[in-house]
Nanobody, 116 residues
Framework: QVQLVESGGGLVQAGGSLRLSCAAS????????MGWFRQAPGKEREFVAV????????NYADSVKGRFTISRDNAKNTVYLQTNSLKPEDTAVYYC?????????WGQGTQVTVSS
């Protein structure tokens, strides 16, 4: 059974940093792109970043470009999101995502709260 477990969220002041992790289990996802999304209260879930299977290429939402970095360790079946220069508008639940056999898999999310 595929499972994604996020961790690393918390409360941080504006300008601070957090490193989010997403550990996958149930199968190896080294051949699949993996991504991060987020959902703020009262808003729809939105794309944050995606990384290719080998980690050689990544894409970011304009709102986080230059501040967030996505990476992965295929040996650990884990994807990371380094978040720097955090802003209050980055406050949201952050979710890890992978699409496998046309099924969208999501973790339970990790809360990031940025105070001004």
């Amino acid at each position: 059974q595929v499972q994604l477990v996020e961790s690393g969220g918390g409360l941080v002041q504006a300008g601070g940093s957090l490193r989010l992790s997403c550990a996958a289990s149930g199968r190896t996802f080294s051949s699949y792109a993996m991504g991060w999304f987020r959902q703020a209260p009262g808003k729809e879930r939105e794309f944050v970043a995606v990384i290719t299977s080998a980690g050689g290429s990544a894409n970011y939402a304009d709102s986080v470009k230059g501040r967030f970095t996505i990476s992965r360790d295929n040996a650990k079946n884990t994807v990371y999101l380094q978040t720097n220069s955090l802003k209050p508008e980055d406050t949201a639940v952050y979710y890890c995502n992978v699409v496998w056999r046309s099924i969208n898999y999501w973790g339970q999310g990790t809360q990031v709260t940025v105070s001004s």
